[in-house]
C-alpha cells in the first residue's frame, strides 16, 4: 500500500513479459476472431459510450458495503498503545499498519486494518478520514488484482475529492482510475483521465511522475512506443530530480523492456545495469533479482550466452544467499541459457519444476510451456515438444479467453449500470413532470377537499358514537364475562377436596389408610398408612404417585385393579413395595363417589371371604369427611336422574370444546389432564372419558367431579362461546350441583 498514485508496475512486469505476448498472439485465428469486436465501429462506440457515460459517483458512494467491525475492538486490537480519544490518529495510524502489512504480502490483515480504519472515520465523521479509506481500500484492490473493484473505489474517491474541491487529491485519484482502466483495457479512457490528471497537475505546478509512467505505459499499449519513451524519459527525469531511487530504477527497467522489444539490446542492458545499481544501494534483493531477469533475457538477445550465464549464476547466488524464492520469469530465462548452453534437460528440469509451482492462471505458463518445447526439441525428442507446443498454445487461447470474457463482463456492467442511471435520470424528470401535474391538480381539488372534510367531520363524529357505544358493550360483556369466570372458579374450588381436615382426620386414625385418584395419585395419607407402604423413611405423602412406594410388579397389580374400581365394590390384592415387601391390601371405593379409592391393610383372617368390604365398614373419620350415600333402594330414581344428567354434561361440554376450538375430545383430555389418553389397537383413545358418554357404560361409581371440572374448563378456555352455548352448559352444571347437593354427594 502506498501513499502515491498507483503506478508501480507489478513484481517482474517487464521480465517474459514479450514471451507471453508473443505466445498468446501466435494461436492468430481463434484470437483474431475473440478480438474482432474491437475493430468495429460499433465496438468504438460502446467504449466512447462507457466512457462519457460512466455512471456518476453518487452521495453514498463510500458508504461501507459490509457491516464494520467495532472501534473499541479494533483499538483495543490493533492500536494497543493508540490513545482512544483521538480518532484521527488512531485512523492514521491504521492506514499505515495497513499499507505495511501489504507491503509483507499480508493483503487480508491490510484489508482487516481498513475495515477497522473505516469504522473509527465513521465514527469521527470526517469527510477526509473517509475519502482516505475509500482512495486506499482501492490502491488495496488494485494490488489484490481485483481491477474493477479497484475502479470502482478510484472514481468514488474522485468524486469524494471533487466534491471538497481538493484539486491535488483529485489528480491523483485520476491517475488511478487511468491506471485501472488500462488494466481493464480501457485505453482511450485511460488516456482521457491520465491526460486529465497531469493537466491538473501542471496547472498546479506539481506534476507526478506517476502520471507521466503510467502515460507512457498507455501509449505503449497502443504501440506507440515514441510516444512512451518520451513519457518514460520524462519520468526519468522528474524521480531523478526528487532523489527516488527505487522508482528512477524501476522507469528503467521498463525503458529497458521497451529497449529490448524494439531490438536494442544493449541500450537495454546498460538501463538496466543502472537499475540494479539503484537497487543494489536501496538494499533491495528482491528488485536485485528482477535486474538479474532482465540482464540475463538482454545478454540472450544480443547472442552473448557466456555472459548470460554469469548472469544467471549470479541470480542464483543472490536467491540463495537472501533465501529468496525464484520466481517464473527467471526460471525462464534460467532455462533459456542452460538450453543455449547445450543443456536442454538441465532446462527440461527447471522448467518443469517452475510449472509445478505456477497457477493455472499464470500467464507466464506460456512462456514456460514454450521453452519447455524448445528444450524437448533440442534434446531429441520431436513428440514431446509438439505436445507441450500445443499444450502452450492452448493454455494461451485459454487466457486471451479468459482476458476477453472479463473485458466483457466488466463493460456489461458498466453498461448496466450507466442505464441505471439513464434510467434514474428519466424517472426523475417524469417525476417532477407528475409533480407540476400534481400541483395543477391540488388547487382544483382544494375546494372539493373541504367540502370531503365538512361530510367527513360528520361521518366520523357518528362513526366514534357507534364506537363509543360498541366499547361500552363490550366493556359490559366483558365485566359480565369476568364475573361468570370469577364464579366457575368459585364452582371448581368449591369441588376441591379439603384435605387438610382430611389428613388431620386420617392422621388420628392408627390404622393405615391412603385415598388414591382412579390414575394412582395419593390424595391424603395418613402416618401410619406411610410407614405400612414404607416402613424405613415413611416418604409417600400426598402428591405422589402411590407408584413410588411399589415396586414394578406390585404398581401393574395395583394399577389393574384401580382400572375396574369404578364398576366393582372392592378389590383385595397382594402388593410388593420397592424393599421386596408383601403387603396383603384392600381396595374400596370412597364414600364421597367421584371415582376416589381407598388403599387399607387386608386382615388376612378374612382372606377367605368372597363378599368385599362395603361403605357401612369404612372409618369414622371418612364418614365425617364424606357422608354416605342413600340406599339404592330407596334413591334410586334420583340416582337414575343424576346419572342421566352427569351424560348429558360431559355431552354439552365435548359438544361445546368441539364448537369452540374445532378439535376433538382427545385435545380436550389431553390439555385438561383431567381423563388420561391411551393407546389403543395403534390409535389414541380416551376410554375412561368415553365412559360417560352413554348412561348404560356409566361407572357404577362415576367421578362426577371430574364432569364438572371438565366442564369449568370448557367455560374457561373457549372464549368463542355464544352467549346461549355459554347458559346452556351452565344450567346443565347448575343440574348435576342441585343432584350432588340434594343427596349429600359433596
Not at 475473440?34 to 466512457?51: E, G, H, K, Q
Not at 527525469?237 to 529497458?256: F, Q
Not at 533459456?336 to 548452453?341: C, D, F, N
Not at 509451482?357 to 524437448?376: C, G, H, I, S, Y
Request: with cysteine; proline share 4%; charged share 25%.
Amino acid at each position: 500500500m502506498t501513499n502515491k498514485d498507483v503506478s508501480m508496475p507489478p513484481p517482474w512486469r517487464g521480465a517474459g513479459l514479450r514471451e507471453v505476448r508473443a505466445a498468446m498472439a501466435r494461436p492468430a485465428a481463434p484470437l483474431s476472431a475473440l478480438r474482432a469486436c474491437r475493430a468495429t465501429a460499433c465496438a468504438m462506440a460502446l467504449w466512447a459510450v462507457l466512457s462519457f457515460a460512466a455512471p456518476a459517483r453518487a452521495a453514498d458512494c463510500a458508504a461501507p458495503t459490509r457491516a464494520l467491525a467495532d472501534p473499541a475492538q479494533c483499538q483495543s486490537r490493533l492500536l494497543a498503545g493508540a490513545p482512544s480519544a483521538d480518532r484521527r490518529v488512531g485512523v492514521e495510524a491504521l492506514f499505515e499498519l495497513a499499507k505495511s502489512r501489504a507491503d509483507a504480502g499480508g493483503f487480508d490483515q491490510a484489508e482487516r486494518a481498513l475495515d477497522c480504519a473505516d469504522a473509527l472515520a465513521q465514527r469521527a465523521a470526517d469527510p477526509a478520514l473517509r475519502y482516505e479509506a475509500v482512495r486506499r481500500r482501492g490502491i488495496l484492490e488494485f494490488r489484490r488484482e481485483r481491477i474493477a473493484q479497484a475502479l470502482d473505489r478510484f472514481e468514488c474517491a474522485v468524486a469524494l475529492a471533487q466534491r471538497a474541491g481538493d484539486r491535488a487529491g483529485t489528480a491523483r485519484d485520476l491517475s488511478n482510475v487511468g491506471a485501472a482502466q488500462r488494466r481493464l483495457g480501457d485505453f482511450r479512457g485511460a488516456l482521457r483521465s491520465l491526460t486529465a490528471s497531469l493537466a491538473i497537475q501542471r496547472e498546479r505546478g506539481d506534476v507526478s511522475g506517476a502520471v507521466l509512467n503510467n502515460l507512457a505505459d498507455v501509449y505503449r499499449e497502443l504501440s506507440d512506443e515514441t510516444q512512451a519513451m518520451r513519457f518514460y524519459r520524462e519520468a526519468l527525469a522528474l524521480y531523478r530530480k526528487r532523489g527516488e531511487a527505487v522508482e528512477t530504477a524501476h522507469v528503467l527497467e521498463t525503458m529497458a523492456e521497451v529497449a529490448l522489444d524494439q531490438g536494442d539490446a544493449r541500450q537495454a542492458s546498460a538501463w538496466l545495469q543502472e537499475a540494479l545499481a539503484e537497487y543494489r544501494r536501496a538494499g533491495n534483493r528482491v528488485y536485485e533479482l528482477r535486474a538479474h531477469d532482465g540482464l540475463t533475457r538482454a545478454a540472450l538477445a544480443s547472442g552473448d550466452v557466456a555472459q548470460a550465464q554469469r548472469w544467471s549464476a549470479a541470480a542464483l547466488a543472490l536467491a540463495d544467499a537472501w533465501k529468496l524464492p525464484l520466481p517464473a520469469a527467471l526460471q525462464l530465462q534460467l532455462a533459456r541459457t542452460a538450453r543455449l548452453s547445450g543443456h536442454p534437460a538441465q532446462a527440461a528440469t527447471r522448467l518443469r519444476e517452475a510449472l509445478a509451482e505456477a497457477a493455472d492462471t499464470d500467464p507466464m505458463r506460456v512462456a514456460l510451456l514454450e521453452e519447455l518445447a524448445a528444450a524437448q526439441e533440442s534434446g531429441g525428442d520431436a513428440v514431446a515438444a509438439n505436445a507441450t507446443l500445443r499444450d502452450a498454445h492452448a493454455k494461451a487461447l485459454a487466457l486471451a479467453r479468459a482476458q476477453h470474457d472479463r473485458q466483457l463482463d466488466w463493460l456489461r456492467a458498466r453498461f448496466d449500470a450507466a442505464e441505471q442511471q439513464r434510467t434514474i435520470a428519466a424517472l426523475e424528470t417524469e417525476n417532477d413532470l407528475q409533480r407540476a401535474r400534481f400541483q395543477q391538480r391540488t388547487l382544483l381539488l382544494w375546494l372539493l377537499a373541504a367540502l370531503a372534510a365538512a361530510v367527513g367531520l360528520g361521518v366520523w363524529l357518528a362513526l366514534k358514537q357507534r364506537r363509543h357505544r360498541e366499547r361500552l358493550r363490550e366493556q359490559a360483556q366483558r365485566v359480565r364475562h369476568e364475573q361468570e369466570l370469577e364464579r366457575y372458579r368459585r364452582e371448581a374450588d368449591a369441588l376441591a377436596e379439603d384435605r387438610s381436615l382430611l389428613q388431620a382426620l386420617l392422621d388420628s386414625r392408627e390404622e393405615p389408610l391412603c385415598l388414591l385418584d382412579a390414575d394412582g395419585q395419593v390424595l391424603a395419607v395418613n402416618r401410619a398408612g406411610r410407614l405400612w407402604l414404607d416402613p424405613a423413611d415413611g416418604a409417600v405423602s400426598a402428591g405422589q404417585p402411590i407408584a413410588a412406594a411399589l415396586d414394578e410388579a406390585g404398581w401393574a397389580t395395583l394399577s389393574s385393579a384401580l382400572e375396574h374400581m369404578e364398576d366393582s365394590a372392592g378389590h383385595s390384592l397382594r402388593i410388593a413395595s420397592q424393599r421386596g415387601a408383601s403387603l396383603p391390601a384392600r381396595l374400596t371405593p370412597w364414600a364421597g363417589g367421584n371415582g376416589l379409592v381407598l388403599l387399607a391393610p387386608r386382615d388376612d383372617s378374612n382372606e377367605g371371604d368372597s363378599e368385599p368390604r362395603t361403605d357401612a365398614a369404612l372409618p369414622a373419620a371418612l364418614a365425617v369427611a364424606a357422608p354416605a350415600v342413600p340406599a339404592a333402594d330407596a334413591e334410586a330414581p334420583v340416582r337414575e336422574g343424576f346419572r342421566r344428567a352427569l351424560v348429558e354434561l360431559m355431552l354439552g361440554a365435548i359438544e361445546a370444546w368441539e364448537r369452540g376450538t374445532g378439535t376433538s375430545r382427545l385435545e380436550l383430555a389431553e390439555k385438561s389432564r383431567i381423563w388420561r389418553v391411551n393407546i389403543d389397537d395403534g390409535r389414541l383413545r380416551a376410554r375412561a372419558l368415553e365412559r360417560y358418554l352413554a348412561v348404560s357404560r356409566l361407572p357404577r361409581n362415576p367421578r362426577w367431579r371430574d364432569v364438572l371440572r371438565s366442564a369449568y374448563f370448557v367455560l374457561g378456555k373457549c372464549d368463542g362461546l355464544s352467549a346461549d352455548a355459554r347458559a346452556e352448559l351452565q344450567a346443565r352444571i347448575d343440574t348435576v350441583l342441585a343432584y350432588t347437593r340434594r343427596d349429600a354427594l359433596v
